[in-house]
């Protein structure tokens, strides 16, 4: 699959490209343009800006749906811009690093040299503008809500809705044509997040990875997401094993295991039962001793 654009409503595209099936995202509206996650690296971020470039040449602002490196780390290609997040600026430069080490060690064991040196030079670019609750962003005869969410499948997720073009941009919170990722997520409250999303019924969701779908396909993912939270809690009241769960669920046995073992993770041990207070110690009745007399009656009366 080449990287093309899918035009989903007015003025709204989604980017789809091959590396990690991920689908990003670019709303435009009369004075300004909003681009949603900028890709794996900053080669990556240099392509997609020049593709914006064929569609707009209007002023961008870019916005983190989280913190996971594949939807932020090409931003650098977007020069200064107004950058919208959930997580805070340190937070996304310490989690960063962390990720170039660990997915540049991975690609180079992968044997994709290049892509690990690509990943290994990209400037981070954290955010700079924090988005707590919902902030309402006005692009010129058009305005998209950025909406904190969760936690969900990270602590930091964001979505963003065109609500004239009745889109739904969901990031990693949904996935088409491959399970959803448990390994940093909160498997409880992630299927009440999606649902709490899907509450003004958008005509387009738009998942972080795969092709676009409509609401009723997000509505199925939904259910399945709130399956594996059932599945969870059986296993943790005994009604299941581990096993059982991770065979029967809605997902792959490998993500169910995944989604138990984060879940096991996040779940704090029972607490020790409290230790029992000794029993009073009771001293024995006391014993009464009666001394005998031998008493000689005389009934006669004399």
Known sequence: MNDRWIEVA???????????????????GDESCLVLDTGVSADAGFAYATAIRELTDLPWQVAYTHDHFDHWFGTAAFGESAVWAVAD????????DEQRRKWAAKYRLDGREQDARRIAASRLVPPNCRVQGAVGLDLGGRTVVLRQVGPAHSDNDMVVEVPDAGVLFAGDLLEQGAPPSYDSAF????PQAVEYLLSWKPRI???GHGE????????????????????????????LTEDEAAE????????????????????PPPPEPAPQPEPARTLPPPVVVYDFFDYSVDLTGN
């Open 10 to 28: 007015d003025r709204v595209w989604v980017r789809r490209l091959e590396e990690l099936d991920q689908s990003l995202g670019l709303v435009v």
């Open 89 to 96: 600026g340190a937070h996304y430069v310490r989690f960063g």
């Open 187 to 190: 498997p409880i409250e992630w």
């Open 205 to 207: 969701v738009v998942p």
């Open 212 to 239: 676009p779908g409509d609401y009723w396909w997000a509505r199925s993912q939904a259910r399945d997401l709130a399956e594996v939270a059932r599945l969870c809690a059986e296993v943790a009241q005994g009604f």
């Open 248 to 267: 029967h669920g809605p997902f792959p046995p490998g993500t169910m295991r995944t989604a138990i073992a984060r879940w096991k993770e996040l779940t």
